[in-house]
């Protein structure tokens, strides 16, 4: 098989040049909570642009049960509605028969009384309408138990779920643009929040390959000695990005940027919110440029600023807060990202999962073989001494 990897190269990259299977207008703007709730409201919004009218609307309602509405009925659909409680609902829809509640909370925590608030809210004007909350979110609802549908964002084995509702009628969206647009959320929803997908097209051709070397009697034993070894593999490729990543901020900055800590990248990805960070050593403390899973195994890796915010932090996660903080806020001079209490700026990496198969592929597309010489690797190298070098000045001024 090693003679055949030019010609599998070739295929690849024919596959790649007519399919585009890596592009993604999601993986471009890494959408934060307002974008997917910007998303939802202008999909489930029978006045949307998509021209579905209420096929994604009634797609939900179905789903959990609601009688579906129709045509003749007037339903307007809002963003961010101040309750009296001042607090926002991410998305109020109201028919004549429903007012509906849609809390959207992929990432962020829920707060005291938050979804019980929203019911209250939404049953203070019903004039005969039926209040409804819909809970977007993986995670268990707290505070309004019973009253509350939670729809999480991909399950396995249930159709109540926003991937579950939008793949049931993509087959029935009739324009082309929207259609698309679809089916590029439905991936976005399964590499997030799902299982990601098992292999793209582009892989085709080496898994094809590996497969028929295994039809022969004589390899079947070596190329199950190497499947005992692939977690060792995985793991040594994730720890030489780590590795190269630090070497360059040696050859360009000094001594003084150091680990936060000892573990390897690959020991702080495999787990959820475990850093891996690298500081000055003048900085405040809590304060890095750091990699982190926000799902385990490896699952949803973001890179950023870490500097939680004293003021938005509450009992004892206070003090995890740093003092860097004050000077980084909407300081950092880097386009795009986002900001969060914990992060003044973050995004998601070129591919956010980076199981095995990634490490694969990192292999496959280097020009030599080597991680160190992959282009994404040394792009994600040089944003870090980048960035270090950037909140350094920050912190010293």
Known sequence: ??????????????????????????????????????????????????????????????????????????????????????????????????????????????????????????????????????????????????????????????????????????????????????????????????????????????????????????????????LLSQETLHLRIINEIGDYILSQIKVQLSDDFIPISDAKLSDCLYQQYRQWGIRHTSWPLNCEVALESQKYFFNEIKFGVKAPDEKRLRGQEKKFASLARIKLEGNIPISGGRKTIYWPWEELVWDPYWGAEFAARLILQSPTGLVDDHPEVQELAQKFVDILSSVHELLKS
């Open 1 to 226: 098989m090693k003679l055949n990897i030019p010609q599998l190269d070739a295929m690849r990259a024919g596959i790649e040049l007519y399919g585009a299977t890596d592009f993604s207008i999601f993986s471009l703007f890494s959408p934060n909570e307002n974008a997917l709730s910007r998303i939802v409201v202008e999909l489930f919004d029978p006045a949307g642009s998509h021209g579905q009218g209420l096929l994604f609307l009634n797609a939900m309602l179905s789903a959990i049960d609601v009688p579906r509405v129709n045509q003749r009925e007037a339903i307007r659909a809002q963003r961010e509605v101040l309750t009296r409680a001042k607090r926002r609902i991410d998305i109020v829809i109201q028919t004549p028969r429903y007012v509906i509640g849609i809390e959207n909370k992929p990432w962020a925590s829920q707060q005291p009384n938050q979804l019980k608030d929203y019911i209250d809210e939404l049953s203070a004007d019903l004039r005969g309408r039926i209040p409804i909350l819909i809970f977007l979110s993986d995670k268990e609802e707290k505070s309004a138990k019973g009253e509350v549908i939670n729809v999480p964002f991909y399950s396995r084995t249930s159709n109540i779920s926003l991937h579950a509702v939008l793949s049931s009628v993509v087959k029935d969206i009739k324009a082309n643009k929207p259609k698309e647009f679809v089916e590029e959320f439905i991936f976005y929803i399964d590499d997030n929040f799902g299982e990601g997908q098992m292999s793209v097209e582009t892989d085709a051709p080496y898994i094809d390959a590996v497969s028929a070397e295994f039809d022969v009697k004589e390899n079947r034993k070596a190329l199950a000695a190497f």
